[in-house]
């Protein structure tokens, strides 16, 4: 059983998101509790191996002390030694099988682990609103993610295997050494331990310098990823130099990053070799002037020097490991403080699973605005009936594309209410709201996976033969057919194996088999030659029976024929009605319609598309 985790009333989570602690102190600990005894048992085998392998240096010493007691007849030597010799056997044998038998559970464990943590944070990342996505790199998400994982199993490896093979080493190295010569012992002991906490003090304050180099490669990642996504565009723009300085860019400034954190990295370990190899050779005079003046035995004098060069050796390498470990922590500091943020869009605790049956849309004094500076509805109120097809036509700018998104809750209004059959959205589950609506947008985006694969997104329990035949109600069947793999063929990373017309029927088929009470095209046929528009416009005109329909249109002419047009312009409604009575009232839309150049709007909007028709 998971420990909950305590986080501030003001951390907003999505119920369905994993209970991921904001500290990277508590997010390892979290996924730690959960292999917890795995853990043990690894600490348990690491104890040993350590503890075998500081022993080594203690049997030899009893081997040369019983060489040096020996009558000195080559045949009794072995009989002498026999207790010690085995000692050292068992020590050796010890030293292997647990250590080994630690790898081994590290190499079971790790992987594991590793892809618990990438679920969690996955799961996390997919409640995240529209807003943090798009203003964040894939890429860069994605590096967080497999950064954040690796991290965390790093920094328990680091700690097991290292960190507490250490200490053991340390506190059996001691006690040892005190057996042999409690002065040296003494004196070795202290001067670990100040070197180790010196270290470590020097350590956590490069931990601000390795969060700065983490984000700066996820960074790099993420332009990388942007810029290979975007590379056909680059080429067409004979912009493959700019891209390559756009990088360069990105990694001049990772550089100083990293190169902080290296330098800084660097002279801490300057200190501890300087340090530590003064020692060594101080501890080895020391020893022999003690042995040449007869304090010491041969035995001891071996042991006591063994065990003085490896705690000066582990305390140095464990001070370097500071280094890497608190890089680790940085790893995972940056995806915990970049991930596990709090979501934006959450269901309340009450939220229901509805179900539409009608799909009647209201406004009710709905205000929004993307950022306090600008508002883009004020005091919004209209009604969309069920069963009623209806067009969206404005500017660029007009509200038409927020209008959607705020039906599809991609952002909350900062007031205001948006009710489906009754319902206020915020009172349904997201997941349960975006069942019931259907979306093709202008620029459909297709997964890296099969044709096939693609449209059952829409009913992942649909047949291979209702696929097939959605395919063919969206005119998709016949150039599928042609492709050698088929139904099978992958489409490339966004569809990009694709034509735009082709992405497109492949959206309007998975659309076809989803089969939602709400559908909201944006453009949907724009990309299409009129041959197969006007086929397909058939097809749509079916699957739009008995369904709630909003249609956002730059084309007038695809609209025409609906039952109802609503013309914005600066984020209010300035007309409403069929299309034959808004020509006939020679207003916003009338003119919207005679500025049409090939069928499409123009991009520029006016100040005031409502005053500006009073001219006309």
Same mark, same amino acid.
């Given at each position: ?34 292999? #917890?005894?795995?853990?043990? *048992?690894?600490? %348990? &085998?690491?104890? @040993? $191996? ?7 240096? =203690? +049997? ?39 250590? #080994?038998?630690?790898?081994? *559970?590290?190499? %079971? &464990?790790?992987? @594991? $682990? ?7 944070? =996955? +799961? ?493």
């Amino acid at each position: 059983m998971t420990k909950k985790i305590k986080l501030s009333k003001s951390f907003q989570r999505a119920p369905n998101a994993p209970a991921l602690p904001n500290t990277p102190f508590q997010f390892i600990c979290y996924f730690v509790n959960q292999f #917890r005894w795995w853990y043990v *048992l690894m600490v %348990i &085998l690491e104890v @040993i $191996h350590a503890t075998c392998g500081i022993m080594l240096p =203690y +049997a030899i010493g009893e081997i040369i002390r019983s060489v040096t007691r020996s009558p000195g007849d080559s045949r009794q030597i072995f009989d002498t030694v026999s207790q010690p010799l085995m000692l050292f056997t068992a020590l050796s044998i010890g030293e292997v099988v647990f250590g #080994r038998s630690a790898g081994l *559970l590290q190499t %079971i &464990l790790h992987p @594991i $682990h590793r892809q618990q943590i990438v679920r969690s944070l =996955y +799961a996390y990342l997919q409640q995240h609103s529209h807003r943090y996505l798009s203003s964040s790199f894939a890429g860069a998400l994605a590096h967080r993610i497999s950064e954040t994982s690796l991290g965390v199993t790093q920094t328990m490896q680091m700690l097991i295997s290292e960190f507490m093979a250490v200490i053991i080493v340390y506190i059996v190295a001691t006690i040892l050494l005190y057996r042999a010569y409690p002065p040296l012992a003494a004196f070795v002991g202290l001067w670990a331990v100040l070197f180790i906490s010196i270290s470590f003090w020097l350590a956590t304050r490069c931990r601000i310098y390795s969060r700065k180099a983490a984000a700066a490669r996820s960074e790099t990642t993420g332009i990388i990823v942007d810029a290979v996504t975007n590379l056909t565009s680059s080429r067409l723009f004979a912009r493959l130099g700019f891209e390559r300085r756009y990088l360069n860019e990105q990694l001049r400034s990772e550089l100083k990053e990293v190169r902080k954190s290296n330098w800084y990295s660097e002279r801490i370990r300057w200190f501890q070799y300087i340090s530590s190899a003064i020692l060594k050779i101080g501890t080895l005079y020391y020893s022999l002037s003690l042995w040449s003046q007869g304090k010491i035995a041969t035995a001891d004098f071996v042991v006591a020097t063994s065990l003085s060069l490896l705690i000066i050796s582990e305390a140095r390498n464990l001070s370097k490991r500071f280094l890497e470990f608190f890089e680790h922590i940085g790893n995972v500091a940056n995806g915990v403080f970049t991930i596990v943020q709090p979501h934006e869009l959450i269901d309340r605790d009450n939220a229901i699973a509805h179900s539409v049956t009608q799909g009647r849309i209201e406004f009710r004094r709905v205000n929004f605005s993307y950022s306090p500076e600008k508002k883009v509805f004020d005091n919004l109120s209209i009604t969309i009936q069920a069963g009623e097809r209806v067009g969206l036509v404005g500017f660029s700018g007009s509200g038409k594309s927020s209008f959607v998104n705020l039906i599809l809750r991609l952002f909350d209004p900062q007031s205001g209410q948006i009710l489906i059959d009754g319902v206020e959205i915020r009172d349904m589950t997201q997941e349960a709201l975006h069942s019931q609506i259907s979306l093709i947008p202008q620029d459909p985006s297709l997964f890296h996976r099969t044709l096939l694969e693609n449209i059952r997104y829409g009913d992942l329990d649909a047949t291979d033969t209702e696929v097939i035949e959605a395919a063919r109600k969206a005119y998709a069947h016949d150039f599928i057919a042609q492709i050698k793999e088929g139904y099978d063929s992958l489409v490339g990373e966004r569809g990009v194996k694709l034509s735009g017309g082709q992405r497109q029927r492949i959206a309007i088929a998975r659309v076809i088999l989803k089969d939602a009470p709400i559908l909201i095209l944006d453009e949907a046929t724009s990309s299409l030659d009129s041959i197969t528009e006007k086929a397909i416009q058939d097809t749509l005109d079916l699957a739009m029976n008995g369904k709630t329909v909003i249609v956002v249109a730059h084309r007038l002419s695809t609209i025409s024929h609906l039952d109802r047009i609503l013309v914005f312009d600066q984020g209010r409604i300035v007309e409403d009605g069929t299309h034959a009575k808004l020509l006939a009232r020679r207003g916003a839309y009338y003119r919207l319609w005679k500025m049409q150049a090939g069928g499409f709007l123009p991009v520029e909007a006016s100040n005031n598309l409502e005053t500006s028709t009073k001219s006309i």
